[in-house]
């Protein structure tokens, strides 16, 4: 009960304040009419954009050199990770923090406290735990049955001792840290398989938010340039994704579904956008709030998703390990990656 009287505490200053407002933006520039001109175009550009991203990586069957073994295979995926990375700490984070630390809060909420970086912190956590959870029941589950059909007692009694030795069909072997080298083929699938339904979750949450911010725009100067940023930014993430689709080897039915949700989630924010701009004012305590949480929960996802289930994975494989020409291209293609979204963020 005292817990919940402390929750309610914690949300009394939103209920008092929700519906409080700044005064809404300066309306110089704004023209109804060439910005929904504007608006069916940026539909159109980034739903090509964001296709042809996801689609890239997922050409492995009718493109040798695009197979997930390949070593072009492996520079998209560095190219994409470092993109990534840099969404969730050059564009979404930023947002994030500018909309929880809006004047229009004031101080009334969490003062000094850094919300934003504690959402996102908490996001990347619930993530792990997310993980950790699916991989640990699977394992307990593979191994059970394993362990009936072999009467194989020694590999139960490992997990149970906390030791790393990775059971296979054919050999023993040692996981070192996050590769996925030593694994069993049927965990690997399951670690892919995860990666890309958490990346994606963690994507189309900023990707409404930065779709409905354009559709309440009704600036074409403001419009404008948000039509060529979004486009690459959402092909770049695109490929990411694909990339992850790719390894996680879903059925024709799921990848097409999975590709066509991701490249129609900011269209569909956009045209939220247009069908609220009426009545949305981006300075409400309400809009700030959600915003701010949303963005930064997903910069938290999109932080962790790169740095441990990408970069980490990728960069501890035995391939790359052993080989000082494919570290370097990794690099290359991580910096790459970084560069090209962060000088998107001069104008998105």
Known sequence: MNLMWAFFLLLLPISVYAECTCEE??????????????????????????????????????????KPESNV?????????????????????????????????GDMFWGDFPIGNFVAM????????????????????????????????????????????VHTHTSHGHAHGPSLDGLDSSEVLLRHRIISMVLEM????????????????????TIKPLIVALSFHQMFEGMGLGSCISEAKYNIRTMATMSIGFSVITPI??????????????NSHTALILEGVFNAASAGILIYMALVDLLAVDF?????????????????????GLGCMSLLAIWA
């Open 25 to 66: 933006s300066s309306q110089d520039g704004n023209n109804k009419s060439q910005a929904l001109k504007l608006k069916l175009i940026a539909i159109a550009s980034i739903l090509v954009a964001g296709s042809v991203g996801v689609c890239v990586p997922l050409l492995g069957k009718k493109f040798e050199s695009l």
């Open 73 to 105: 295979f492996l520079a998209v995926k560095f190219f994409a990770a470092g993109v990534i990375l840099s969404t969730g700490f050059v564009h979404v984070f930023p947002d994030a923090n500018e909309s929880l630390e809006n004047p229009c809060l």
């Open 122 to 165: 908490l996001a990347a956590v619930v993530v792990m735990v997310f993980e950790t959870g699916v991989t640990s029941y699977f394992n307990r589950s593979h191994y059970s049955k394993n362990e009936v059909k072999n009467g194989d007692h020694d590999v139960e009694k490992q997990l149970h001792e906390g030791h790393v030795h």
């Open 202 to 221: 963690g994507i189309i949450i900023h990707s409404v938010i930065i779709g409905i911010s354009l559709g309440v725009s009704l600036n074409p100067n």
């Open 269 to 282: 924010g956009i045209v939220i956008g247009f069908l609220i701009s009426n009545t949305y004012n981006e």
């Open 316 to 336: 501890m494989k035995a391939k790359v390990q052993t080989n000082w020409k494919l570290q370097i291209m990794a690099f290359a293609f991580l910096i790459f």
